[in-house]
């Protein structure tokens, strides 16, 4: 039986920007980042009403299309749960379109609004940090970036198989206290569904064996070995094919791995990601801005929370 919340029953969550694949941990390995989005819900007597502030004001849609509203009511269905009207804000500081997991964010803080929403009126059918997952991962299509916003920190995730009804699991790694994140971010941006399309439908299987091993050795340098960053976040899977679509930020992690940086395009891009014990200098801070993109140091983040 579907429950009603009450007028007035507000939330307030903070949500982190996310690194997808790391290098070589396609659409497994997850990173969140110091760049937060915050969403507002409340329940009202009617209709809908949608504010943005920050990334995205005056670009995306203020209608039940919102993708948080989207994850809103979905986070409210998945519950038994039903709201007469709701009033959406929300203050964007993660850039679009840059391979930073906006629409994670926009998924996740969504649903993990409207989990809270129900929590204060009816707890007893709270969804649990699983179930959020599974939600999330279904808007993405795959985990990695989902994974990285709910619990924070670095994430390894895996589903059950490649069809549809899909099951998608995380296991979250501890990172090793050392490392700092930074990103470069560029003013172009990209679109993933068009980065997914370079990408072949076959590679050798040297290739894949490759990557395997980098995987691994990236769980090891993360949460253990930071000196092995730089092999860790070796790839032949994905930013290869994908450089000429993106060749300054190709460029720059060349550049970056050049120096002993490991770095490495985060999600489809174009952003650039680099993790290390130190920060990166003036040096590097003016080669990004030659190939267009602002060095900024955003650490490793926690999961979406109340604020």
């Known amino acids: 039986m579907t429950e009603v919340l009450p007028q007035g029953v507000r939330s307030r969550v903070r949500v982190p920007a996310s690194s997808a694949n790391l290098g070589p941990g396609f659409d497994s390995l997850g990173l969140a980042l110091g760049i937060d ?47 007469t009207g709701l009033r959406v804000g929300c203050r964007n500081a993660i850039p679009h379109s840059r391979g930073l997991g906006s629409s994670a964010a926009a ?29 999330a991962s279904e808007f993405e299509g795959h985990p990695d970036n989902a994974a990285a916003c709910i619990f924070g920190g670095a994430t390894v995730s895996w589903s059950d198989h490649c069809g549809p009804d899909r099951r998608y699991s995380t296991a979250p790694l501890a990172v090793h206290p050392d490392i700092r994140a930074h990103v470069f971010v560029p003013t172009t941006r990209s679109s993933t569904s068009a980065a997914r399309g370079l990408l072949p439908e ?16 990236m769980v090891v340098a993360l949460t253990q070995r930071p000196d092995l960053l730089l092999e860790g976040t070796e790839d032949l899977l994905h930013q290869p094919y994908r450089a000429e679509a993106m060749p300054e930020s190709a460029q720059l992690v060349a550049a970056l791995r050049e120096r002993g940086i490991a770095a490495a ?19 590097e801070a003016g080669l990004a801005r030659g190939l267009g993109m602002a060095m900024r140091s955003v650490g490793v983040a926690r999961g979406a929370a109340r604020v």
């Open 37 to 83: 989005d915050e969403i507002e819900v409340s329940t009202t007597a009617s209709g809908l009403d949608v504010h943005v502030e920050g990334e995205g004001a005056g670009e995306v849609s203020l209608s039940s299309s919102h993708l948080v509203v989207r994850a809103v009511e979905r986070g409210l269905d998945a519950a038994g749960i039903w709201a």
């Open 107 to 135: 998924v996740v803080g969504g649903l993990v609004a409207a989990n809270e929403l129900v929590a204060g009126t009816f707890p007893e059918h709270r969804l649990t940090d699983e179930q959020l997952l599974q939600l």
């Open 202 to 217: 076959q590679v050798p299987h040297t290739a894949a064996a490759f990557n395997a091993g980098r995987s691994a050795l």
């Open 265 to 283: 395009i985060s999600g489809a891009g174009p952003t650039v990601l680099a993790l290390s014990t130190e920060q990166p200098g003036a040096a």
